[in-house]
Protein backbone atom coordinates (compact mmCIF):
# COMPACT_ATOMS: atom_id res chain seq x y z
CA UNK A 1 0.00 0.00 0.00
CA UNK A 2 2.91 2.51 0.71
CA UNK A 3 4.50 1.67 -2.28
CA UNK A 4 1.33 3.17 -4.21
CA UNK A 5 1.06 5.57 -2.46
CA UNK A 6 4.41 6.85 -3.28
CA UNK A 7 3.91 6.28 -6.87
CA UNK A 8 0.83 8.48 -7.03
CA UNK A 9 2.31 10.92 -4.89
CA UNK A 10 5.33 11.14 -6.78
CA UNK A 11 4.14 10.64 -10.16
CA UNK A 12 0.14 11.36 -10.60
CA UNK A 13 0.14 14.39 -8.30
CA UNK A 14 2.76 16.34 -10.07
CA UNK A 15 1.25 15.57 -13.76
CA UNK A 16 -2.14 16.29 -12.58
CA UNK A 17 -0.80 19.62 -11.84
CA UNK A 18 1.61 20.88 -14.53
CA UNK A 19 -1.46 19.05 -16.71
CA UNK A 20 -3.80 21.44 -14.92
CA UNK A 21 -1.96 24.77 -15.43
CA UNK A 22 -0.62 24.19 -18.73
CA UNK A 23 -4.07 23.37 -19.91
CA UNK A 24 -5.39 26.72 -18.61
CA UNK A 25 -2.89 28.69 -20.31
CA UNK A 26 -3.71 26.85 -23.50
CA UNK A 27 -7.03 28.18 -23.24
CA UNK A 28 -6.21 31.29 -22.59
CA UNK A 29 -3.68 31.46 -25.81
CA UNK A 30 -7.55 30.53 -27.89
CA UNK A 31 -7.84 28.91 -30.85
CA UNK A 32 -8.11 25.25 -28.99
CA UNK A 33 -11.23 22.85 -29.05
CA UNK A 34 -11.99 21.71 -25.70
CA UNK A 35 -14.39 18.46 -25.14
CA UNK A 36 -15.53 17.92 -21.50
CA UNK A 37 -17.83 15.05 -20.55
CA UNK A 38 -20.93 15.84 -19.05
CA UNK A 39 -21.03 15.75 -15.51
CA UNK A 40 -21.24 13.12 -13.00
CA UNK A 41 -24.81 11.54 -13.28
CA UNK A 42 -27.34 9.98 -11.20
CA UNK A 43 -27.35 6.92 -11.37
CA UNK A 44 -23.12 7.20 -12.83
CA UNK A 45 -23.22 3.49 -13.68
CA UNK A 46 -25.12 1.12 -15.48
CA UNK A 47 -25.70 3.33 -18.55
CA UNK A 48 -28.91 4.75 -19.92
CA UNK A 49 -32.03 2.88 -19.61
CA UNK A 50 -33.68 0.56 -22.20
CA UNK A 51 -36.48 3.18 -22.87
CA UNK A 52 -34.02 5.92 -23.85
CA UNK A 53 -35.94 8.48 -25.92
CA UNK A 54 -33.94 11.37 -26.57
CA UNK A 55 -36.46 13.99 -26.30
CA UNK A 56 -37.65 12.68 -23.03
CA UNK A 57 -35.31 13.35 -20.15
CA UNK A 58 -37.08 11.32 -17.88
CA UNK A 59 -35.78 7.62 -19.69
CA UNK A 60 -32.21 9.50 -19.16
CA UNK A 61 -29.19 9.47 -16.63
CA UNK A 62 -29.38 13.29 -15.64
CA UNK A 63 -27.17 15.02 -13.50
CA UNK A 64 -27.98 14.71 -9.92
CA UNK A 65 -26.72 17.72 -7.12
CA UNK A 66 -22.88 16.50 -7.58
CA UNK A 67 -22.92 16.74 -11.24
CA UNK A 68 -24.90 20.33 -11.07
CA UNK A 69 -22.06 21.62 -8.50
CA UNK A 70 -19.34 19.51 -10.75
CA UNK A 71 -20.90 21.99 -13.49
CA UNK A 72 -20.81 25.20 -12.05
CA UNK A 73 -16.85 24.64 -11.19
CA UNK A 74 -16.30 24.10 -14.77
CA UNK A 75 -18.05 27.45 -15.59
CA UNK A 76 -16.23 29.49 -12.69
CA UNK A 77 -12.71 27.96 -13.64
CA UNK A 78 -13.44 29.71 -17.15
CA UNK A 79 -14.29 32.69 -16.14
CA UNK A 80 -11.80 32.99 -13.66
CA UNK A 81 -8.69 31.59 -15.59
CA UNK A 82 -10.39 34.40 -18.45
CA UNK A 83 -11.08 31.68 -20.99
CA UNK A 84 -12.68 33.20 -24.13
CA UNK A 85 -15.12 31.22 -25.72
CA UNK A 86 -16.41 31.15 -29.25
CA UNK A 87 -19.26 28.66 -29.03
CA UNK A 88 -20.43 25.54 -26.59
CA UNK A 89 -22.00 22.98 -28.78
CA UNK A 90 -23.23 20.08 -27.12
CA UNK A 91 -24.89 16.65 -27.31
CA UNK A 92 -28.39 16.61 -27.49
CA UNK A 93 -28.75 14.44 -24.42
CA UNK A 94 -30.15 15.95 -21.26
CA UNK A 95 -26.87 15.55 -19.32
CA UNK A 96 -24.65 17.10 -21.45
CA UNK A 97 -27.33 20.52 -22.11
CA UNK A 98 -27.27 20.74 -18.31
CA UNK A 99 -23.64 20.31 -18.16
CA UNK A 100 -23.25 23.28 -20.50
CA UNK A 101 -26.31 25.13 -19.03
CA UNK A 102 -24.77 25.51 -15.67
CA UNK A 103 -21.18 25.75 -16.74
CA UNK A 104 -21.70 28.40 -19.37
CA UNK A 105 -24.98 29.41 -19.65
CA UNK A 106 -25.40 30.05 -23.55
CA UNK A 107 -25.10 26.74 -25.92
CA UNK A 108 -26.15 24.97 -28.63
CA UNK A 109 -26.86 21.15 -29.83
CA UNK A 110 -25.01 19.36 -32.02
CA UNK A 111 -25.79 16.17 -32.87
CA UNK A 112 -23.07 14.85 -34.15
CA UNK A 113 -22.13 14.83 -30.43
CA UNK A 114 -24.69 12.37 -29.24
CA UNK A 115 -23.87 9.43 -27.85
CA UNK A 116 -23.51 6.31 -30.07
CA UNK A 117 -23.06 3.94 -27.06
CA UNK A 118 -25.70 1.49 -27.57
CA UNK A 119 -25.21 1.26 -31.33
CA UNK A 120 -21.17 0.92 -30.95
CA UNK A 121 -19.16 2.37 -34.20
CA UNK A 122 -21.57 1.77 -36.71
CA UNK A 123 -22.52 3.67 -39.61
CA UNK A 124 -24.30 6.50 -37.63
CA UNK A 125 -21.07 6.71 -35.29
CA UNK A 126 -19.05 6.87 -38.52
CA UNK A 127 -21.45 9.80 -39.86
CA UNK A 128 -21.00 11.86 -36.48
CA UNK A 129 -17.16 11.47 -36.69
CA UNK A 130 -17.23 12.60 -39.70
CA UNK A 131 -19.58 15.82 -39.19
CA UNK A 132 -17.36 16.40 -36.10
CA UNK A 133 -14.13 16.28 -38.03
CA UNK A 134 -15.21 18.44 -41.10
CA UNK A 135 -17.00 21.13 -38.45
CA UNK A 136 -13.36 21.06 -36.73
CA UNK A 137 -12.05 22.08 -39.85
CA UNK A 138 -14.54 24.71 -40.52
CA UNK A 139 -14.08 26.12 -37.79
CA UNK A 140 -11.99 29.44 -37.40
CA UNK A 141 -12.03 31.77 -34.22
CA UNK A 142 -8.88 33.25 -31.83
CA UNK A 143 -11.66 32.26 -29.09
CA UNK A 144 -12.11 28.30 -28.08
CA UNK A 145 -14.56 26.14 -29.43
CA UNK A 146 -16.25 23.71 -26.84
CA UNK A 147 -18.04 20.41 -26.63
CA UNK A 148 -20.05 18.83 -24.04
CA UNK A 149 -20.37 15.22 -25.29
CA UNK A 150 -19.84 11.72 -24.09
CA UNK A 151 -17.16 9.14 -23.58
CA UNK A 152 -17.69 7.66 -26.64
CA UNK A 153 -17.58 10.36 -28.74
CA UNK A 154 -14.25 11.77 -27.30
CA UNK A 155 -12.73 9.00 -26.93
CA UNK A 156 -13.25 8.23 -30.92
CA UNK A 157 -12.51 11.76 -31.82
CA UNK A 158 -9.22 11.82 -30.16
CA UNK A 159 -8.09 8.42 -28.48
CA UNK A 160 -8.35 9.66 -25.14
CA UNK A 161 -10.68 7.90 -22.27
CA UNK A 162 -11.90 10.57 -19.56
CA UNK A 163 -14.01 10.51 -16.29
CA UNK A 164 -17.42 12.79 -16.46
CA UNK A 165 -15.85 16.49 -16.22
CA UNK A 166 -13.03 15.94 -17.51
CA UNK A 167 -11.56 18.23 -20.31
CA UNK A 168 -9.32 17.27 -22.82
CA UNK A 169 -7.54 20.29 -24.87
CA UNK A 170 -6.75 19.69 -28.72
CA UNK A 171 -5.96 21.88 -32.11
CA UNK A 172 -7.91 21.43 -34.84
CA UNK A 173 -6.09 18.71 -36.22
CA UNK A 174 -7.45 16.68 -32.89
CA UNK A 175 -3.82 16.49 -31.54
CA UNK A 176 -4.06 16.12 -27.89
CA UNK A 177 -1.96 19.05 -26.38
CA UNK A 178 -3.23 19.09 -22.84
CA UNK A 179 -5.74 17.21 -20.18
CA UNK A 180 -7.40 19.04 -17.22
CA UNK A 181 -8.62 16.40 -14.52
CA UNK A 182 -12.19 16.27 -13.35
CA UNK A 183 -12.88 19.52 -10.95
Known sequence: MKKLFTFIFLFLIPYISYANEDGWKLLQDGG?????????????CCGDPDNLKIDDRSTQRNLGKEGIEQSK?????????NI????????QFERCRDTAKYAFGDYKDFSALNSFFREGIGSNAQRQLKEIKEFVQNWN???NLVFVTHQVVISNSVNETVSSGEMVITDKNMKVLARIPTL
Request: hydrophobic share 35%.
Open 141 to 143: SKK
Open 73 to 81: KIGEFFKKN
Open 32 to 44: KIVWIRHAITTPS
Open 84 to 91: QIDQVLTS
